[in-house]
Every structure is written in C-alpha cells, then in structure tokens.
C-alpha cells in the first residue's frame, strides 16, 4: 500500500485544495494530512478563520483523506516520514524546492497550484462585496 503525506493550513476548504487532496490520493492508496495547528500557523505568520479542530474535522470528511494528523513545526516532516512509512511527500509547486531535502527518505511531487482561487482571495473578495459565484450572474 503506497502511503502520501502533505502538509498545509487548509483554512476555508477551497476546491484548489480538493484538486491537490484529489491528486495526491491518486498517487498511492492511503493519503495522510497533516494540518496546521492554530499555533503552528502563528508561526508561519497565518491567522485560520477556522480552528485547528475546525479544519481536521472538514479534512477527515473529505473521501480522498485517510487520516490526519497535526502540524507542530518546521522539522517534523522527516520523522513523520519514518513513523508513518510515507512513500510520497507531496504539496503544492508554490513550494517547488523547499523540501527537496526529504528526497533522502521518499519520493517529493510538487503538484501545480490550481489558478484562481485562494483562502486569500476569498477572504479578499467577500470583504469587497465579493464577486458571487457564475450561477449567480447568470
Ligand atoms: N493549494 C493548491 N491550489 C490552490 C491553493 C492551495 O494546490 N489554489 C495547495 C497548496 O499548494 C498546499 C495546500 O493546497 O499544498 C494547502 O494550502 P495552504 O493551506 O495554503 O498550505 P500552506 O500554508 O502553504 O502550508 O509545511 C507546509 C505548510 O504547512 C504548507
């Protein structure tokens, strides 16, 4: 059983996230995330709109996630690795290089981003009485 890893915030669940879930879980037969923690994010300099338990819960409803798990820190993605047998580290290419240094212990795919959306643009775009979605303009 070819075991995915990746890692993210995944706040406002957007399909670009779905798309990246989707073709992660093609790549194997058991597909584990590890999100964010609410203090982890600080660190990374991101504020969540929803919690921690928040965004597991909406992960671990998704049908393409096995399991989740929590993202601490910088530093646990090697031992992850290990503890959970991981065959493929996978995330998006706006990340391309920055864990080239897990290619000593399983495979690393940078997916490419999915254009046009982002929990940024939503939040952008609904704080300026937000484009509304095409079946509405129709
Ligand atoms: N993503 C995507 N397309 C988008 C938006 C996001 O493919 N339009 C992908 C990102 O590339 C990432 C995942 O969805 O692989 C989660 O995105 P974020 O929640 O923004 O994750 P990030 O803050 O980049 O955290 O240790 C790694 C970090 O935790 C990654």
Known sequence: MKKIITYGTFDLLHYGHINLLKKAKDLGQYLIVAVSTDEFNKLKGKSSYFSFEERKFLLESIKYVDEV???????QKEID?????????????DWKGE???????????YLPRT???????????????????????S
Do not use: A, H, M
């Open 69 to 75: 798990i929590p993202e601490k820190n910088w530093e």
């Open 81 to 93: 690795v290990l503890k959970y047998n991981i065959d493929t580290f996978v995330i998006g290419d």
């Open 99 to 109: 864990f080239d240094f897990l290619k000593n212990s399983c495979e690393v795919v």
């Open 115 to 137: 254009i046009g959306i982002s929990t940024s643009k939503i939040k952008t775009d609904i704080n300026n009485g937000g484009e509304i979605c095409q079946l509405e303009r």
